[in-house]
């Protein structure tokens, strides 16, 4: 549960980030044009990774409750590949904090037209 939880945050700054930098984009500067387009192409990545995990989350939570009562070799197989997914997370949330710097730097003044 707690991955899905933490999944569902991942999704809901992801959804701030991309508010955020559509009320950016009509006052940055011209020379920032590329870094706009920089921070809208990697949310979509980090979206479709985030869905990718999500998936993977959801199948493990199924498996888990396929093979709980079964050998304890199948469930050691279960917590490594939820261990796993932890593990990307934790890669993922690294790559929104760039993201959210990424923006930050956009919401700087200096970024945007006078």
């Not at 990774?49 to 888990?64: D, S």
Request: hydrophobic share 45%; aromatic share 0%.
């Amino acid at each position: 549960a707690s991955l899905q939880q933490s999944g569902e945050r991942g999704a809901e700054r992801l959804r701030r980030l991309e508010r955020i930098l559509g009320s950016l984009s009509p006052d940055v500067r011209e020379a920032q044009h590329a870094a706009v387009g920089a921070c809208r192409a990697g949310l979509k990545a980090l979206a479709e990774q985030l869905q990718q995990h999500q998936l993977a989350v959801a199948e493990l939570g199924v498996r888990a409750a396929l093979v709980v009562n079964e050998e304890p070799r199948a469930m050691s197989e279960v917590r490594r590949h939820l261990e796993q997914q932890q593990q990307a997370l934790s890669t993922w949330e690294r790559a929104v904090a760039a993201q959210m710097e990424a923006i930050a730097a956009l919401q700087d003044p200096s970024a945007r037209k006078s």
